[in-house]
């Protein structure tokens, strides 16, 4: 009865993550947010399966092909409530936590502070796409203050976006081309 009591329904639990990152913010930057959301999404197509695609998007697996991730494992894994931590070449640490890890239905979502800076949302969809993958990769990043709010508009500008993104895209072939 007590493990019953304790099952928080699945989109619940993720919402109850995002206010806790929401708070944490909220703490960090003394309570206030500036600005709304800002949004970007890019899509790109890569020539392998989903299942083949979908782990090198956990902390673990983006090792493989963004130069420089360094990703330090808090809790968990790419599950689910896993968090890990992430810094930047500037000293900028940015908390992630897993809000959704579906590799079946070829979902995984991000809720991530950026300390001082923006907190935000990063979803990626892999879904078949001929003998490949479309590959969807959306940021939802909200500025705390007003450089983060420069950033946030700057990082989900769509020359910025598309710059990133057309990055994540030759970074995984190579890394796909290098693992046959």
Known sequence: MRAAML??????????????????????????????????????HLDAS???????????????WADGWDPKQLSGSEHRGSAFQTRHPDGQVTTWIVAE?????????????????????????CTKDGNGSAIDVTYTLTGL???????ATTFTS?????????????ALMKALAAKP
């Open 145 to 151: 203050g007003p450089k983060g709010e420069a950033f």
């Open 101 to 125: 890890y579906d590799p079946v239905a070829g979902r995984v979502s991000y809720a991530r502070l950026a300390e001082g800076s923006n907190i935000g949302l990063v979803d990626v969809r």
């Open 7 to 44: 099952r928080i329904p699945a989109k619940k639990a993720c919402l109850a993550q995002v206010s806790c990152i929401l708070g944490l913010a909220l703490t960090v930057n003394g309570g206030a947010i500036a600005s709304e959301p800002h949004t970007n999404t890019r899509s790109f």
């Open 50 to 64: 989903c299942a083949r695609v979908f782990p090198l998007f956990t902390a673990v697996g983006e090792k493989e």
């Open 158 to 170: 769509d020359a910025h976006y598309a710059a990133m993104i057309d990055e994540w895209h030759h």
